[in-house]
């Protein structure tokens, strides 16, 4: 009867759908320092149409948000040469951790536009000093 087969149907749907997915995601996505970012775009300027998750820490005093609209401004700097830097723009909430008045870690995914400005679609940060805390802290 119909109804069997439209579930099937649906059921093969979603696997495919899924393996797409995560196949493209996968990757789409280069996991990159921010050295490791820039050195990639020089030697390819094709680099920039690509998804790519990049990690770094906030650089202190650097974040902003417009006025009108939400759109945050903020600078990540490599965690070991502190010299590389680029700006991000991120339209959406950030999370709770993510601050530019301690050392803030953050992974980043999105696409490095050619005018030199990041386009984030996800920002997760951590905080420097929750790392240093205890076990039984962290159970609560």
């Not at 979603?14 to 996968?26: D, K, Q, R």
């Not at 990757?27 to 149409?49: G, K, W």
């Not at 700006?87 to 030199?116: K, Q």
């Amino acid at each position: 009867d119909n109804g069997k087969f439209f579930v099937g149907l649906g059921g093969v749907a979603l696997v495919v759908t899924y393996l797409i997915w995560t196949g493209v995601s996968e990757s789409m996505l280069y996991y990159l320092t921010p050295v490791e970012l820039m050195a990639r775009v020089e030697q390819d300027p094709t680099f920039h149409q690509v998804g790519v998750k990049v990690s770094g820490r906030v650089e202190r005093g650097s974040w902003s948000r417009a006025e009108d609209e939400l759109l945050h401004h903020f600078t990540v700097i490599d965690l070991l040469d502190e010299s590389v830097r680029f700006p991000v723009e991120y339209r959406d909430i950030l999370p709770d951790t993510f601050n530019d008045t301690e050392n803030v870690d953050v992974v980043i995914e999105g696409r490095f536009r050619e005018d030199g400005v990041f386009e984030a679609t996800i920002v997760l940060a951590k905080c420097g000093s929750r790392y240093e805390a205890t076990p039984e802290e962290l159970l609560g």
